[in-house]
């Protein structure tokens, strides 16, 4: 039954011993499967959306050869032959059997058989990518197979959480390990700096744990959920003895990683075969320093505009800016003619796509602009802005849209000071309930919408008549900036990195001694 938890006893356990090589058998997971499983089911479908991959995956091309409902084809070994082939892999990460690594190989290799020939194209292209970088770091390169199981190979995956790119980074760790991420950019997005990141954090990882297998988990669920099964499973380090402590998505994260390192590595012993996916393989870089659109080259150059996005799917709006140095990356057959074609390209029609008309408009102007006022419904409130608030919190508070505040009040950014006063409209028959909200506390705010503020033994609640400028926090294993900034009402990771003198690109050790502004 769905939900229901399933028994994975492995009868393998008896024929065998507990290690085979760097093979071990494990004969007592439970998991509740067909949810995990749907999950990474669901993600595998997410590679349609890639143009050059609509261009050839069509029934036409899907032989029947290899189609799932041909049970002839699909070979079905006994679970020593996988033992013995995973044990075969030049791997330094433990390559553990047991049935939900086997459910997952069934995954790959039955019922997604398509999705894995796209991503056994698309590896000759992205894997050597990823172990140079690799190399580079030190990584093994066996961790490349964890962009299959984190976007199946698409830069453009999202997740509902809002985890982006082929390396899943979440806003604060992407800006953490030096990715720009803005309005026109998000290098999320961009394989090869994306790389980077994922390599720098993994060998951050790797000095909490020296366990690759961990690295695998904290990277799936955060190194603070690891450190927290590791103390609930008695301090032992091994994945498998903290298994059961670890979030339900991460128990089935492993085994997929497993299964899919298995399935790119013997994919002709199951007859899976690449779809001929035309991703233009020779493909090189040019500096850009200048506002590009990508439509210039595609119609100069003569490029389809989706194979450019595909080539290039950092560039959210299809505008390289002109704030530093970008790189646009091109079929290797076009390289020569848009240096030769350099001048033409910018000046294509670049004023319908970049206004270069210099506006002046008169500040005294726009600050006598008043906002059209809502209608005699509404009551208008005042709020004076504390140190630590910012527009997301007050929209909560008073539970109106960010943009209605804005415009309320004519802002035309996030900024905010101590001491200004703002406008707040309110149902009128909600307006006593509101009127208070300007004289409470940060905490009392934060109540009166389900919101607690946690004082830990690790950010000591701040004096308000204490007259030091900022509180010291000494640096946990698993810490990183984002999560500590949590633990002090109104400071953010760039209040600590900035205090601190620290780079995006910094990283912090445990043991280390931090100055954290206070916010009174």
Request: net charge neutral; hydrophobic share 35%; charged share 20%.
């Amino acid at each position: 039954m769905k939900g229901r938890l399933v028994s994975l006893g492995f009868f393998l356990a008896m024929a065998f011993q507990t290690n085979y090589g760097q093979i071990s058998i494990i004969d007592t997971i439970d998991i509740p499967s067909e949810k995990i499983i749907s999950g990474f089911n669901d993600n595998l479908d997410s590679l349609l959306n890639l143009w050059y991959v609509e261009q050839q995956l069509s029934i036409d091309d899907m032989d029947v050869a290899y189609l799932p409902e041909n049970d002839t084809l699909l070979p079905d070994y006994p679970d020593s032959v996988y033992i013995e082939r995973l044990q075969r892999l030049p791997f330094v990460v433990d390559m553990t059997y047991n049935k939900t690594v086997s459910n997952f190989i069934k995954l790959y290799t039955n019922k997604r058989r398509e999705r894995v020939r796209v991503m056994l194209n698309l590896s000759n292209y992205y894997f050597p990518l990823f172990e140079e970088i690799f190399d580079r770091y030190q990584i093994p390169y066996e961790l490349k197979y964890m962009a299959v199981i984190e976007s199946a190979l698409n830069p453009r995956a999202v997740s509902s959480a809002g985890a982006t790119g082929m390396w899943q980074f979440m806003y604060y760790t992407a800006r953490h390990y030096g990715l720009t991420v803005n309005s026109l950019v998000d290098e999320r997005r961009d394989p090869y700096m994306a790389t980077i990141a994922a390599a720098e954090f993994m060998a951050d990882l790797y000095k909490m744990y020296n366990d690759w297998t961990l690295v695998i988990a904290a990277y799936n669920c955060g190194p603070g959920n690891v450190n927290k099964a590791i103390r609930r499973a008695g301090g032992k380090r091994n994945y498998w003895d903290i298994y059961y402590y670890l979030p339900r998505e991460t128990r089935g994260y492993v085994p997929a990683f497993i299964a899919a390192a298995y399935v790119m590595n013997y994919a002709d012993s199951h007859n899976l075969k690449p779809i001929p996916v035309d991703f233009a393989l020779n493909n090189d870089t040019v500096h850009i320093f200048d506002k590009l659109h990508l439509k210039q080259v595609s119609d100069v150059l003569n490029i389809p505009m989706d194979q450019l996005r595909d080539l290039n799917p950092q560039y959210k709006n299809d505008i390289i800016p002109n704030d530093k140095e970008y790189v646009l990356r091109l079929p290797k057959e076009n390289i020569i003619s848009f240096i030769d074609l350099k001048d033409s390209v910018f000046n294509y029609q670049d004023s319908v796509f970049f206004n270069n008309n210099n506006h002046i408009i008169n500040p005294t102007a726009l600050n006598n602009k008043k906002p059209v006022l809502p209608s005699d419904k509404y009551t208008a409130l005042k709020y004076t802005v504390q140190s630590g608030d910012n527009l997301g919190y007050i929209s909560m508070w008073y539970d109106v849209r960010l943009s209605d505040l804005r415009y309320w009040n004519n802002i035309r950014s996030n900024t905010i000071r101590a001491g200004e006063k703002l406008i707040i409209y309110v149902p009128n028959s909600k307006a006593e309930y509101y009127q208070p909200v300007d004289k409470l506390s940060f905490t009392e705010k934060q109540k009166r919408i389900g919101k607690t503020v946690v004082q830990t033994q690790s950010s000591p609640a701040l004096s308000e008549g204490s007259k030091e400028e900022y509180v010291t926090y000494k640096v946990k294993s698993g810490d990183s900036l984002w999560e500590i900034a949590k633990k002090f009402p109104g400071v953010s990771d760039n209040d600590i990195s900035q205090l601190n003198n620290l780079n995006y690109g910094s990283t912090i050790q445990p043991g280390q001694i931090l100055k954290i502004k206070k916010k009174i």
